[in-house]
């Protein structure tokens, strides 16, 4: 029996010819990354080994992302333990103020992953990296620290679902739709430690900002990883950001899978995901009249340049809604000068809504944007949990950019096409 494309970049990694689902493997890792909220505690791990040097300091990066610029005490002594620890050992790979971004975005356009890579992270969204062709999966702290010293990870190898991508989006349909139909049909844990796997002719008509989009969301149905094959698109990306040499993983034309859905794309519809889990989705026919309270743009999963220029193409000439709170992320300062340049904040702006320096914070009820008992926020983030954005008594709901930037023009979740 063939391989799938992540059993083949696994097998590789650990040296073998060949692996099966649920076999228990050693790989070598490329890249292990931490944030300023999970490094610490790996940081202190290491502090109980009996080696504590890294493996390669080349190949760890440590991006301040959550609580940055600090918000508290708490989060600047945490940067510090990063900061500390990366000035000790050396730390190639080490992103503060000024250099920072949000960690998912800012890696692919370093050109620190590139395809065929083996990438651990103490996040869960560190599966983004898929879209560029690469097995990457979150791991605890502990897992980190472990990484961090041997250069190596233990994984038991996952089954996979296929999902045949075909058909033309619609206007004003995005990766987000795409990711969150997915998560509607298959539920949050219909992908349960398996690997998610992309393909099919529909997959050209998706930019490589949806694409890190459906992936990033793949630990929203399970899944150990999100993975596209790796075409033009993708090989144009990583010779634009990168200089390393990358392998191409195909999957075997016999490699099994355990299901197989087919996607039409031409056939979705704007999506919204509502309290309190991502899977409880409704098409934007369906939303019914939902005031709001605030919209957040931005995040490791809607915060690049596609999702910034959509949400000025829509905002343009408008202004957000009385007594809604609009806020802007742009996801890298990368992002933040493109779309200066662009004028994309001018029109934020303009329009009222605020424009951040690149952070996690709402996301993950930190800071920028905490939600109080009853409040409602429109957000492109990826979680919606109770008590995920502030009070328990408030409520996320999930969105595209376009969305999400309709929303705060009408004060109510809304599309686009709505405004015409």
């Known amino acids: 029996m063939g391989m799938t494309m992540t059993q083949k970049i696994l097998a590789a990694h650990a040296g073998l010819s060949e692996v099966k689902a649920g076999q228990l493997i050693e790989a070598d890792l490329d890249l292990v990354l931490g944030n300023d909220i999970t490094s610490p505690v790996a940081i202190n791990e290491m502090t109980k080994m009996t080696k504590q040097t890294v493996f390669d300091k080349d190949k760890i990066a440590l991006v301040m992302d959550h609580f940055i610029p600090n918000k508290d005490i708490k989060s600047a002594e945490n940067c510090k333990c990063c900061r500390d620890f990366a000035c000790r050992h050396e730390i190639s790979n080490y992103f503060d103020v000024g250099e920072m971004g949000i960690e998912h975005a800012l890696l692919p356009e370093k050109g620190l992953v590139v395809a065929g890579d083996a990438v651990i992270g103490a996040d869960s969204h560190t599966c983004t990296y898929g879209a560029l062709g690469v097995f990457s999966t979150g ?47 298959i539920g949050v844990d219909g992908a349960l430690y398996k690997s998610m796997e992309f393909t099919g002719e529909g997959i050209k008509h998706l930019t490589m900002d949806d694409r890190f989009t459906i992936c990033n969301m793949a630990i929203e149905a399970g899944g150990k990883n999100g993975i596209f094959p790796v075409d033009d698109l993708a090989i144009q990306y990583m010779k634009e950001h990168s200089k390393r040499e990358f392998t191409v993983y195909e999957a075997d034309a016999d490699a099994e899978y355990e299901e197989t859905y087919t996607i039409d794309l031409s056939q979705l519809k704007p999506t919204v995901s509502f309290p309190h889990l991502p899977e409880n989705t409704r098409t934007i026919d369906e ?52 779309s200066l340049k662009e004028g994309l904040l001018e029109i934020f702006i303009e329009a009222g809504a605020v424009v951040s320096t690149p952070t996690c914070g709402p996301c993950l009820g930190g800071y920028m944007g905490i939600l109080a008992a009853g409040e409602r926020c429109v957000s492109t983030t990826n979680r919606n949990f109770v008590g995920r954005m502030g009070h328990v008594d408030s409520e996320v709901y999930l969105a595209s950019p376009a969305v999400a930037a309709a929303s705060a023009v009408t004060g109510k979740i809304s599309c686009p096409c709505q405004l015409d």
């Open 139 to 185: 791991v605890g702290s502990t897992d980190m620290a472990a990484g961090m010293v041997t250069g190596k990870a233990w994984f038991k190898v996952p089954s996979a679902i296929r999902f045949e991508l075909v058909g033309k989006p619609a206007k004003w349909v995005s990766g987000k739709d795409v990711i969150l139909h997915i998560i509607g049909m």
């Open 287 to 338: 939303v019914g009249d939902i005031a709001i309270d605030q919209v957040v743009i931005g995040s490791c999963t809607n915060g690049r340049m596609d999702d910034m220029r959509i949400a000025a193409q829509v905002m343009k000439g408008r202004k957000v809604a009385k007594n809604v709170r609009c806020i802007v992320i742009p996801a890298t300062q990368a992002i933040y000068l493109q």
